[in-house]
């Protein structure tokens, strides 16, 4: 009888202290994905909020493995390490799928951009030209501003090549850039031929 309860006693405390055992593959898991995630470049470009969430879940865990390490081992309880240690990994898929969808929205917006700013160009150019052929126009301000539409088309080349290389978040903003520049230059334009035709 002594044996059997000495057996059943070695039993309950092993299992005990099994539990008393950080959950090291989940942990070393969720580490594994969120890590990788962080290292995609997709990720870190198209999806930040999303890696950063599930960064904060990471060091959540982290935090959580430490605080029950430094309990009695008879007290400890890795429950909420294994929650935290999930949750990194499924939001670093989330990343993932979240990055992918980004991507292929930017690609849609980029190339719809790269149309527009050639339009942009050509209606810039036509009111550049226009511009100069008025009386009383100020030429130094329009004759500053000749440049532009050659500038633009070679900043619209390069933005169609990073939209070849699949660099898509550095298309749009190239492509936002020149709008914002061809923007301006209209404005300048209008204000001087007010200027013009008030005199």
């Known amino acids: 009888m002594r044996r059997v309860r000495s057996a059943l006693l070695c039993g309950i405390l092993g299992a005990i202290l099994s539990c008393a055992q950080p959950p090291q593959a989940i ?23 999303s890696l950063r969430a599930a960064q904060d879940d990471l060091a959540a865990m982290d935090a959580e493995a430490d605080r029950q ?43 719809a951009l790269a149309d527009q700013v ?44 990073d939209l070849a290389a699949g660099a898509y978040a550095s298309a749009k903003a190239k492509l936002s850039a020149i709008l914002d520049r061809l923007d301006a230059a209209q404005q300048t334009i209008d204000e001087q031929a007010g200027i013009a035709r008030a005199r």
Do not use: C, M
Not at 82 to 102: G, P, T, V, Y
């Open 118 to 161: 050639g339009g942009a160009i050509h209606d810039f150019e036509t009111r550049l030209w226009s511009a100069r052929r008025l009386r009383g126009v100020q030429q130094n301000v329009i004759d500053g501003l000749s440049d532009l539409g050659n500038d633009s088309r070679a900043s619209l080349d390069d933005a169609r090549a």
């Open 27 to 49: 942990i070393d898991a969720a580490r594994t994905s969120v890590n990788a995630a962080a290292r995609n470049a997709d990720i870190v470009t198209y999806a930040p909020a």
């Open 69 to 111: 390490a430094r309990r009695f081992a008879l007290s400890r309880n890795f429950k909420t390490v294994e929650a935290l240690a999930a949750n990194a990994s499924d939001a670093a898929q989330l990343a993932q799928s979240n990055a992918l969808a980004s991507k292929a929205t930017v690609e849609r917006d980029a190339s």
